[in-house]
């Protein structure tokens, strides 16, 4: 690999975008900045009765009701008790909102396109959909999120269903 | 030099189609009185005025938005109330029922021009008779003077005289006007300019080239230069259409976003009530600062003020979004118009309580099943004028729209004097589809009730009006949506009457939180019928099924909402907790809880957009900790209740009661 890694923080190109970085079961995941809203500490959330699993509950985010995805069950990662270290990325994708369960924040990057690489298509792998690509940071593999399809209602519609 | 009219624009499309609505008021008003006198009536002027008035505000606007076709149309339509107004046109019910025509075309186009759609078909057709009208009346001579530009916009030279300024005239006012219109593109001519010392401060040395990017009408610029033609030398040329590009931007802006118009004085009150928040505020910080026992009471005050101001400052924010309901009874006169007249009725439309105010939600989301009403009373409910006659009645049938405050609700109610519902066809009809059965006796309240049935319409032949196959079920449900509720009463051969409750606003509901485990959830009150502690024994699970509460004689599906939700309670035998019994859609069932925490007033917030809808919960509501508390749907709960237990028929009920319930399976 060729790659060239991109050094925290400072914009390479003017095509290069921000993620922020995050850390789930031993490994990195990247999403966009421009689609993270903010970020806070766990607290104690509502139940949605007969929802998913990884769907935690609800928060009250200044008024407005958000639900918080605990993407260690999202992505079918073994649940860890939250501690000091775990946040909620409230994300924020054509006006719908959501909160992130991850279990620390990592760093704010600037990626370039051409850093970026498509994942291998594997049969089978569940969560592929949720890959939008690869790239490589300090030699170490990070996951590009799509976040859109995370959060996306039908999706979640879907996964409602199939747990009901 | 452009100024950015886009954030204008929804006031002056809101204004305009205020406008609209006078003119369509005033209109159907002198058809009516036209219809009376039988032709020929006294012009009333000031009825008149109000509607050219609305006509040149429409026209006026228009033009300063820069929606060329709007105030072309508009210009027509002045023009032609002009030529009434000064007599020169007869007024007469040929000419109304074009300017109607105008009128609704005048909507589309405003319509259109918000939404960024194409502006109405008909509308060249009827801005060409609303011309031939105008010259019709009197001996045709001057025809229409060419109003607009076939470009896309105009090249102006303007070169004032010297003495320009000693007329009074201010040629920046004019470059202001100007660039009102549309987009200007201003180049000054500074070539006349003396050296320093011969400078005279009272001479005009500059001239302009001007673009004005915006295919306004010729008169438009005429009237600008009006003042000062012959102070200066004036060239105008029409740009080519080809040259420039119209100007796409204004159109699109601002699709589906409201806005609501709020009186003054509501808005007073409301900076009244901020304020004194701020004082009460100051006060109790000072308080606290230096707080010493014995001022506990002063500190006790000072809270209770402030719960004061802040239930008033909640009263005052739901004020705002408060309309009358006049907003949607204003449609109905001339619905009332078109409806009868397509169907050969002669039909009187009463309104009263239009001032009577309810949440703009609701307002907005009235105004279907209130159609449906009206229509279906011309339609269903008044008879042909001959058989109005036979029956001893006036010819014109009378339909009344009621609207008034009762007990925390607004009532609304659509009476009319025709010949009443027909029981005996009601319940054939009923008999033919299932919905009773052949052998069950009914009430005739019982009756009536099966108008609200799904799948329910006596229609003797589908015409475009009522029998749309969207009955009273549909208005029924809309309404309960809104969480309201109606009902109807008839007499045979003297009218039908709709009543229809509705909450005061959307916003609030008065609640009993209730606790399951660690969580806790708010009921609407007003599903609530009664809460009851059980002794086990009154709860039996016939055959293993789901369990049924005996109350007061009476077998009710229960539920328990911790099994439901799928909570640890606390509660785990039922005389540990405690039974609310709910009703909704005409069907109770019990709700089994761990504990009451009491009454409140909630605040209701929407799950969607970021959530998905739940079974079972209607809304959310946070908590005075900031925590979320979810609110349930009793129309929901009691409708699982039902499915789940898969009770035939609840035992001990009435025989059509019964029919109902296995008619909703």
Redesign the interface.
Known sequence: MHDTVSVTGTPRSGDSEQYLTFRLDGLDYGIPIMQVQEIRGWT????????PRYIK????LR?????IIDLRLRFNLDEVPYDALTVIVVVNVG????GLVVDAVSDVIALAPEDRRTPPEFEGQANRQFVQGLTQVDDKLLVLIDVDKLIN?ET??EA?EAAA | MAIDLRRFHSTYFEESLEGVAVMEAELLDIERMLQRSGGAQELDAERLNRIFRAAHSIKGGSGTFGFADVAHFAHALESLLDEIRSGRRALDLEVVGLLMRAVDCLRAFLLAARDGAAPPAEAEALRGALERAQTAGRPASSALEPVASTGSGWEIEFHPHERFFHTGNDPLRLLRTLAELGQLVVRADTSRLPAWEQFDPELCYLGWSLTLQKPVARSALDEVFAWVVGDCELQLRPIAAATAPSDPGPKTEEKGATSIRVATAKVDALVDIVGELVITQTMLSQLVEDFTPERLARLRAGVAQLERHTRDLQDAVLGIRMLPIGFVFSRFPRLARDVSAMLGKQVELAISGERTELDKAIIERITDPLTHLVRNAIDHGIETPEERRRAGKPAYGSIRLDAYHKAGNVVIEVSDDGRGLDRQRILAKARALGLVAPEAELEPAQIDELIFMPGFSTAESINDLSGRGVGLDVVRSNIRALGGGVEVSSVPGRGTRFIIRLPLTLAIVDGMSLQVGSEIYILPLAWIAETLRVQPERVSQPAGGPEIISVRGEYLPLLRLDRLFNLPARARELDQGIVVIIEADGRRAGLFVDELLGQQQVVLKSLEPHCARLEGISAATILGDGTVALILDAGSLVRQAYSAASLAAPVALGAAQAAFSTALH
Do not use: D, H, M, Y
């Open positions: 104690k959330v509502t139940p949605l009765p007969n929802s509950g609800v928060l009250n008024g407005t009701i958000v639900p006006g719908r909102l959501a209602q979640l519609a409602a």
